[in-house]
C-alpha cells in the first residue's frame, strides 16, 4: 500500500520541514553539586525547533537545524512537525459553582 | 577563535560576559563590599520618567485602562464589618501588546539593546517576560532567544509554561525549551558569548526602569478620578522588578503615602530547583519560591548587582494559596467579566481580604491583569495538578498544603492573607549580605546602606548586626 505524505511525516522529514531537536546539556555527573537528589540524578536537557537542514532525516538521527532567528544548532530529531497540545483542561467541579454560592448567600442575610 | 564551553570555564568568564552583554560596568557603582550606588546604577541608562513613556508609546505599551470593580468591591463589602470595604480597581495591563506588564520592562530593555547597536536578545523566564521580549523584539528588528525552564526529566511540562513557548514562536524568537536547574544560568551565559546578544535580564536597570510607568500612570489615573492617591497598591512579588518599578513610579508621581503591598502565591515546602517538585504546583511565577529568596538575598541574580530590590519599597507582605488565586479568577470573570489569567489574579486574591480592612472611601489599586490562553487557566492548571498527584477540593482554604492540597474557598469569607513579618525578612537579608561579604567588617556607612535596602532604621541593623556578634568598623 502506498503511504501517504502524512503518513511518512511521522517518521522521516524532509529539508526545510519544522523538527524539534533534543540536546543533553549536561549529564549527571557534570551537573552543580548542591543540587537536590531528584534533580541531581537526571541530565540537564534542552528541547528547540527549527527548519531541517538535512536533505532526510529519521526520528533519532543528529541533524542540523535552522531556528526561528536563522542561528544553526545540532541535536537529535525527537519530533517532526511538533504541534502544541496544551489545552484548556477539564471542567472543573469545583470553580463552577462559586457564583452560585454568593447568591445563596447574599439571599440568606 | 572558540572558547571552553565546560560549566566550569563559562561559569569562570562570566562577569566578562555579563559586562559585554549588558552595557552596564556594574563596578563602577560598587562603594564596598556591601554598599554600592543602587540610584546611580538605575540612572546608568540615562532615561528619564518622561522618555520611557515616549519609547513605550512608541510601541502601544502602557496607557492602560484602569477599572473600577464595583461587584466584587460590593461583595467585599458584603463580608467586611460595618463602613469597612474599601474601593477596589484592577490597572487592565492584559491591553499590553504581548498581554501583561512585562512589556514595560521588554519596551525599554529591547529599546536600549538597539540603541547600543546590538543584533539581539536573550532572557531567561518561564513567564509572561518572554512572550513581552520576543514581542518587542519583532518590533525593533531584533532577533530574541528566550531561555525557559519548562520540562521535568519525564518531558511533562507546565501547562502555563508551554503556552508561553508557543507565545515566544508566535512572535518568532528562538525558544530553549529546559529541564530544571539553576545550570539556566550556565546556558545563558555561553549563548551570550556565542550570539555576542544583549542580556535583557529582569534584573538590569532598564528592566526595572519600565515598570516605573505603571506605577505612575495609576497613580495619576485614580489622582485624576478621584481626586486624591490610592491608599493602597497591591503587587504581586517574585523577582522583585514589579514591586519596585511600580513603587518608585508612585514616589515620582507624588503618591507617596500609599500603602505597599507585596503578594505572592504560598509554595513554601517546595523546593524550586526539585525535579520531583516542578510540576506540584500551579503556579510558575509570583510565588514564595521566588519572593521570600529575592527579599533576603536579591544580588543572587543573573547580573552583579540586582536592579529590582523590593525590600527597599515594601510596606507590607502577605501570602495567599492557590486555590485563592482561582477563586478570584473566577469572581473577576463572573463578576466583572473581565477574564484574565490566574498568575496575573495573585495580588487580586489578596486584594479582597485587604479591602475589608480599609475604610469605604479608601481605594485599593491592584496594578495588573494577564491575558489568558489555553493553558493560563484555572481550569487547565486544576487538571494538571490532579494528573500530577494534587487532590483538589473545595473548603477553607487553610487546609491548602503546597505540593499535596489546593482548596478552593467555599465563600468568600474564607479569603484570607498571611502576613509576612517584615523585620524577620529584614534580619535575613542582613545575615545573607553579611554570609556573603564574611570577613569583611561592615562601617557606617554600610549599615546606612543596608537600612535603606531594607526599608528599616540604622538601630534595626545594629542589632542585627549584635545579635549575629559581627563588631562594626569606626
Not at chain 2, 563559562?10 to 555579563?18: A, C, D, G, T
Not at chain 2, 538597539?114 to 525593533?140: E, I, M
Request: hydrophobic share 35%.
Amino acid at each position: 500500500m502506498k503511504r501517504t505524505r502524512q503518513e511518512k511525516h511521522i517518521n522521516s522529514a524532509r529539508k526545510g520541514d519544522l523538527v524539534q531537536i533534543h540536546k543533553v546539556i549536561l549529564t549527571p555527573e557534570q551537573r552543580l553539586a548542591d543540587l537536590p537528589a531528584p534533580t541531581k540524578a537526571v541530565p540537564y536537557e534542552a528541547w528547540i525547533k527549527g527548519l531541517l537542514l538535512d536533505n532526510e532525516a529519521k526520528i533519532g538521527d543528529t541533524v542540523r537545524i535552522e531556528t526561528f532567528i536563522g542561528r544553526e544548532l545540532s541535536g537529535t530529531l525527537v519530533e517532526i512537525n511538533p504541534a502544541y497540545s496544551h489545552n484548556f483542561g477539564k471542567p472543573r467541579p469545583e470553580l463552577l459553582t462559586i457564583v452560585k454560592e454568593l447568591e445563596r448567600y447574599s439571599e440568606g442575610k | 577563535m572558540k572558547r571552553d564551553a565546560s560549566h566550569h570555564s563559562v561559569m569562570s568568564r562570566k562577569n566578562e560576559i555579563l559586562k559585554n552583554s549588558s552595557g552596564v560596568d556594574y563596578e563602577q557603582f560598587e562603594i564596598s563590599p556591601i554598599a554600592f550606588d543602587y540610584e546611580g546604577l538605575m540612572s546608568s541608562g540615562g532615561y528619564s520618567l518622561a522618555e520611557v513613556q515616549k519609547i513605550q508609546m512608541k510601541t502601544g505599551v502602557g496607557n492602560t485602562p484602569l477599572v473600577e470593580l464595583k461587584n466584587i468591591t460590593q461583595l467585599v463589602r458584603s463580608i467586611s464589618p460595618p463602613g469597612k470595604g474599601g474601593r477596589i480597581f484592577v490597572k487592565d495591563e492584559k491591553a499590553c501588546p504581548s498581554g501583561s506588564f512585562k512589556d514595560r520592562r521588554a519596551s525599554l530593555s529591547v529599546h536600549h539593546a538597539a540603541r547600543l547597536g546590538f543584533k539581539g536578545v536573550v532572557a531567561a523566564t518561564s513567564g509572561n517576560y518572554g512572550a513581552a521580549v520576543a514581542s518587542q523584539a519583532s518590533k525593533y528588528g531584533l532577533k530574541a532567544i528566550i531561555l525557559q525552564e519548562v520540562y521535568d526529566s519525564r518531558k511533562v511540562g507546565q501547562p502555563e509554561i508551554l503556552e508561553k513557548t508557543r507565545a515566544c514562536e508566535a512572535y518568532g524568537a528562538e525558544v530553549w525549551q529546559l529541564t530544571v536547574g539553576p545550570e539556566l544560568f550556565y546556558i545563558m551565559l555561553l549563548i551570550l558569548e556565542e550570539t555576542g546578544f544583549f542580556t535583557a535580564s529582569l534584573y538590569i536597570p532598564t528592566g526595572v526602569m519600565g515598570i516605573e510607568t505603571l506605577g505612575y500612570e495609576l497613580a495619576q489615573q485614580i489622582k485624576e478620578q478621584e481626586g486624591k492617591f490610592p491608599d493602597m497598591v497591591v503587587i504581586a512579588h517574585a523577582g522583585g522588578g514589579n514591586v519596585t518599578g511600580t513603587a518608585r513610579g508612585l514616589q515620582k508621581a507624588g503618591s507617596n503615602r500609599t500603602t505597599v503591598v507585596g503578594a505572592s502565591v504560598d509554595l513554601r515546602g517546595l523546593h524550586m530547583a526539585s525535579d520531583h517538585d516542578f510540576n506540584r504546583k500551579s503556579f510558575t511565577t509570583a510565588h514564595s519560591g521566588f519572593g521570600i529568596p529575592f527579599l533576603t538575598l536579591p544580588d543572587r541574580t543573573d547580573v552583579p548587582r540586582n536592579a529590582a530590590r523590593a525590600l527597599r519599597y515594601l510596606d507590607r507582605y502577605v501570602l495567599v494559596s492557590q486555590g485563592e488565586v482561582f477563586y478570584a479568577t473566577e469572581l473577576l470573570a463572573k463578576l466583572e467579566g473581565l477574564e484574565r489569567g490566574p498568575a496575573g489574579n495573585t495580588s487580586l486574591a489578596a486584594a479582597i481580604p485587604l479591602a475589608k480592612e480599609l475604610d469605604r472611601d479608601q481605594i485599593l489599586v491592584v496594578q495588573e491583569t494577564e491575558y489568558t490562553a489555553a493553558g493560563k487557566l484555572p481550569s487547565s492548571q486544576l487538571t494538571f495538578a490532579e494528573e500530577n498527584g494534587i487532590e483538589v477540593r473545595k473548603g477553607d482554604p487553610k487546609e491548602n498544603v503546597p505540593g499535596k492540597v489546593i482548596v478552593i474557598p467555599e465563600r468568600a469569607q474564607q479569603m484570607r492573607i498571611e502576613e509576612v513579618d517584615l523585620n524577620r525578612i529584614r534580619q535575613s537579608y542582613v545575615k545573607n549580605v553579611l554570609e556573603a561579604t564574611k570577613g569583611y567588617r561592615p562601617t557606617e556607612n554600610d549599615i546606612r546602606f543596608l537600612a535603606e535596602d531594607s526599608k528599616s532604621s540604622a538601630e534595626l541593623i545594629r542589632k542585627t548586626l549584635q545579635d549575629l556578634s559581627i563588631e562594626v568598623s569606626t
